[in-house]
T-cell receptor, first 115, second 111 residues
Framework: DTGVSQNPRHKITKRGQNVTFRCDPI?????LYWYRQTLGQGPEFLTY????????KSRLLSDRFSAERPKGSFSTLEIQRTEQGDSAMYLCASSTNLAVNEKLFFGSGTQLSVL | GQNIDQPTEMTATEGAIVQINCTYQTSGFNGLFWYQQHAGEAPTFLSY????GLEEKGRFSSFLSRSKGYSYLLLKELQMKDSASYLCAVRDRQAGTALIFGKGTTLSVSS
């Protein structure tokens, strides 16, 4: 069990640029979540995959955001035409199955700074 | 919709006991979780409650009252390493699968 891995750890970009983050979940975990967290706030749900299927997206998620999990293993989150308000920590989490006590395992996140 | 409230900050001293409260409002409550998050690190799972009562796990305990929409996390024999943010999160059947997190309570433990 190597844990949930995210890269890069930090990304600095200029407004208007596109960025892509990668998440490698714990192997055998078929469920994968993306969250966003800003300073002093709790994680905010963005989207969720079960295997390769994207089953839920937050209504707050701008259409500039897109996520994929092509083979049901790693996932990517792309933000197009970044804005300063996109600056945040992007967290990925994975779990094994849907149960009432489903425990999420989080990665250390990608810190995005949009200048 | 959902609403989760917890104090923003708390302070305590080593060896003491601290209780972090969380109140919530959901349409279809389906479990409450506590996570610990050290600065710059990933949240890590602490506890889970779905039925009323107290769940004890070492120095940490979590309590739930569904009728009151209330939970608390109790930390005993505080250590400096317990300085962290404590996140209350709920699962709501009406809101889908994902956990909904509160803003977190930053606990500072001093010697």
């Amino acid at each position: 069990d190597t844990g949930v891995s995210q890269n890069p750890r930090h990304k600095i970009t200029k407004r208007g640029q596109n960025v892509t983050f990668r998440c490698d979940p714990i192997s055998e975990h078929n469920r994968l979540y993306w969250y966003r967290q800003t300073l002093g706030q709790g994680p905010e749900f963005l989207t969720y995959f079960q295997n390769e299927a994207q089953l839920e997206k937050s209504r707050l998620l701008s259409d500039r955001f897109s996520a994929e999990r092509p083979k049901g293993s790693f996932s990517t989150l792309e933000i197009q035409r970044t804005e300063q308000g996109d600056s945040a920590m992007y967290l990925c989490a994975s779990s094994t199955n849907l149960a009432v006590n489903e425990k999420l395992f989080f990665g250390s996140g990608t810190q995005l700074s949009v200048l | 919709g959902q609403n989760i409230d917890q104090p923003t900050e708390m302070t305590a001293t080593e060896g003491a006991i601290v209780q972090i409260n969380c109140t919530y409002q959901t349409s279809g409550f389906n479990g409450l979780f506590w996570y610990q998050q050290h600065a710059g690190e990933a949240p890590t799972f602490l506890s889970y409650n779905v039925l009323d009562g107290l769940e004890e796990k070492g120095r940490f305990s979590s309590f739930l009252s569904r009728s009151k929409g209330y939970s608390y996390l109790l930390l005993k024999e505080l250590q400096m390493k317990d300085s962290a943010s404590y996140l209350c999160a709920v699962r709501d059947r009406q809101a889908g699968t994902a956990l909904i997190f509160g803003k977190g309570t930053t606990l500072s433990v001093s010697s």
